[in-house]
């Protein structure tokens, strides 16, 4: 596999060695001020957005996917901005994102491996 030809050519440096070229690990993404701040949007959400699943809660924020395309809603401009900050890297193609989910795990939860699509991007934030 190789890298995707929208990526910029900075974006490379970031490449994981021992994982497919399209794995990205970029240190201080964000700063410890904007994982606050993410943090506290994320969790004065209303109890609504949250859908529990086996291993997980999500929020879903942009709209819902759908066979026939997106039911598209407005991105919240706390995450706006951090759609535009990913997708300048080339990740789109040049389209901006339009969908965030925003997973919760707690200790001892967890998904098994899979694809979400050729348009999907996982932003992970670890904390050490």
Known sequence: MEHPSCILEELKQFVINDAPPTVYYIPDF???????????QVYKSPKPKWTQLSGRRLQ???????PKGMLAEKIPDWLQKYCEKISSLGAFGGKTANHVLVNEYKPGEGIMPHEDGPLSVTLAVANF
């Open 30 to 40: 964000i700063s410890e001020q904007e994982e606050t701040y993410l943090q506290q």
């Open 60 to 66: 879903n924020w942009g709209g819902l996917p759908h």
